[in-house]
């Protein structure tokens, strides 16, 4: 079951970092979306939807807001680049980072999600 | 303002460059921004933004530069992207999911899933592509009342 209470802010200290973006800490999540393809996230991707990537360019601020997004987790420790976080902290669209791989990152999620 | 207010029509135009991926989805956001004023559903507001999106990011990717002009009505969205070339040149297999001729630096981007127009047709009720080297044209429209609202 998903806690539909988790906010972004919750996955604060448990291994994900705050990059950019932090006007949106509040935002609910309900579930997550593995995938470094844009145009697949736009077509599959549900609202509220936690979304992990290592696709780190000033697109994918676009992407997560067009789909509504609750925010962008950039996985495997990949250097956000400099657009991208002024766009998000301007959006207010949270990136986060995370130093393992997409599927380690799935997992914390899911622990976060299931409390 | 709401849709009572929207009394004609509200028009967005904007220049989209080649190959400028930095500055893409600028008219989607900018669209966002409007459409969400309106108190559209939700629902709605994200098949216009990302229809808008997938036709950006086709002029920037895979053409000479061109345009897209947006207007919205009380019941509608019109969009028409246009580029000055090079054109489609398998319109049927573009239109498949998966088939892409986007360059690599664009993939490397995540771009070129093959899913821009089969995305575009699939949130627009109404979808013209015509096509030659000179240039590309899409018509899309969303209904805002009918099968969706």
Same mark, same amino acid.
């Given at each position: 079951m998903v806690d539909a209470n988790v906010r972004v802010r919750d996955f604060l200290e448990n291994g994900f970092h705050l990059v950019? #973006?932090? #006007? #949106?800490?509040?935002n609910p999540i309900e579930g997550v979306y593995i995938c470094d393809l844009l145009s697949w996230v736009m077509a599959k991707s549900k609202p509220k939807n936690a979304w992990i990537t290592i696709q780190s360019h000033v697109n994918i601020v676009a992407v997560a807001l067009m789909v509504e997004q609750s925010c962008i987790i950039v996985s495997e420790g990949v250097e956000v680049e400099r657009e991208a976080v002024e766009r998000a902290n301007e959006e207010a669209m949270p990136i986060l980072s995370f130093p393992g791989t997409s599927y380690e990152a799935a997992i914390k999620l899911y622990q976060l999600l299931s409390k | 303002m709401n849709m009572e207010k929207l009394a004609a029509s509200y028009r967005l135009e904007y220049d989209v460059k080649a190959k400028d991926y930095v500055r893409g989805g600028e008219v989607s956001s900018a669209l966002r921004a409007v459409l969400k004023q309106l108190s559209l559903p939700p629902e709605l507001v994200r098949r216009c933004c990302v229809a808008c999106y997938e036709a950006e990011m086709n002029v920037i990717i895979h053409s000479l530069g061109g345009r897209l002009q947006i207007d919205i009505y009380p019941d509608r969205l019109v969009m028409v992207a246009e580029d000055?070339?090079?054109?489609?040149?398998?319109l049927d297999k573009a239109m498949e999911e998966g088939y892409s001729t986007a360059p690599e630096e664009a993939r490397e981007m995540?771009?070129?899933?093959?899913m821009g127009l089969p995305n575009i047709k699939a949130n627009t009720d109404r979808l013209v592509i015509t096509t030659n080297p000179e240039g590309t044209r899409l018509i899309m429209e969303v209904l805002f009342v009918g099968k969706d609202s």
């Open positions: 950019a #973006g932090d #006007g #949106g800490l509040e | 000055s070339g090079p054109g489609i040149e398998d995540g771009f070129g899933a093959g």
